[in-house]
């Protein structure tokens, strides 16, 4: 990974500790979450359905689907309850003036197609 080809998703301050936030980046939704102050970066759709990751609900360091109740792994992007079974997808994360960065284009996990 170059540092040119990251691009800047958020500042940090847009994710208060604890929660996670949906960021539009050229028309792919990224969930960006915060846990104290370690970032992370999954797809925001739910390998489910339609739910938005970035509007679940942060608990013990999983986010829970609001549409079905599914949860993931928010560290790995690993399913953790039904009805969810496929990870979602991450990347790694930069965290630089202040803000969180990805290289959009080196997914970790290969999630639901893009
Ligand atoms: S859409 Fe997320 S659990 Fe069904």
Redesign the pocket.
Known sequence: MSVSDLVQLCRLDEVPDGEGRTIDYEGTAYAVFNLEGEFFVLQDQ??????SLGEGIVEDGEVE?D????RFKIATGEPTAP??VAPVAMWEVTLRDGAVWIDPKAALVSGIDF
């Open positions: 739910c390998t489910h359905g339609p739910g689907c549409f079905h109740n599914g009805p969810c």
